[in-house]
T-cell receptor
Framework: DGGITQSPKYLFRKEGQNVTLSCEQNLNHDAMYWYRQDPGQGLRLIYYSQIVNDFQKGDIAEGYSVSREKKESFPLTVTSAQKNPTAFYLCASSMLTPGQGRREKLFFGSGTQLSVL | GQQLNQSPQSMFIQEGEDVSMNCTSSSIFNTWLWYKQDPGEGPVLLIALYKAGELTSNGRLTAQFGITRKDSFLNISASIPSDVGIYFC??????????FGKGTTLSVSS
């Protein structure tokens, strides 16, 4: 099946530890995104990437890092510098269509719940 | 930065009732999207709008791209229990990433 796979579904982080959230897509989408969701809040953009080996900071990039070595994969590392990491993390992807402007439709994975031990 | 104001924040309705929610932005948008999120899952795209005045339906759902390009609304007709969830609007200007509203939590009692 085509789609976006996030793993693990649940993740626990110890104090001072870095953890990495996986996101893989087989939709052949150009762009990939990471959002953070807190209860009662909208989705806030952490990082996004439009092409391999290139990525841009979103609104809340501090304490996070990403890589885009392959088109299909966009892992997110939550570093020890992120002091309040407990949240639901959502990965998304979209196809950027030349000539039609930025007519993005984001498709989301099923999320990873990160909690602090 | 840009902001999206989504209202209402929550709604409690009876099965069979119609529902209306809306989003307004401080800037003109090129795209409006509406998503639904079930608990513990990722949002699922319901309707995408790309043109001012555009009115699009998806089953019992209807959404419109406002003429001013600064607002959009979503209507759900004859609600059923499985409509329960959080509904998000999202939009963007040309060349910018999507921004999301804070969501409308819908509860339906049978």
């Amino acid at each position: 099946d085509g789609g976006i796979t996030q793993s693990p579904k649940y993740l626990f982080r110890k104090e001072g530890q870095n953890v990495t959230l996986s996101c893989e897509q087989n939709l052949n989408h150009d762009a990939m995104y990471w959002y953070r969701q807190d209860p009662g809040q909208g989705l806030r953009l952490i990082y996004y990437s439009q092409i391999v080996n290139d990525f841009q900071k979103g609104d809340i990039a501090e304490g996070y890092s990403v890589s885009r070595e392959k088109k299909e994969s966009f892992p997110l590392t939550v570093t020890s510098a992120q002091k309040n990491p407990t949240a639901f993390y959502l990965c998304a992807s979209s196809m950027l269509t030349p000539g039609q402007g930025r007519r993005e439709k984001l498709f989301f994975g099923s999320g990873t719940q990160l909690s602090v031990l | 930065g840009q902001q999206l104001n989504q209202s209402p924040q929550s709604m409690f309705i009876q099965e069979g009732e119609d529902v209306s929610m809306n989003c307004t932005s401080s800037s003109i948008f090129n795209t409006w999207l509406w998503y639904k999120q079930d608990p513990g899952e990722g949002p699922v795209l319901l309707i995408a709008l790309y043109k001012a005045g555009e009115l699009t339906s998806n089953g019992r759902l209807t959404a419109q791209f406002g003429i001013t390009r600064k607002d959009s609304f979503l209507n759900i007709s004859a609600s059923i229990p499985s409509d329960v969830g959080i509904y998000f609007c999202a939009g963007n200007q040309a060349g910018t990433a999507l921004i999301f509203g804070k969501g409308t939590t819908l509860s339906v009692s049978s």
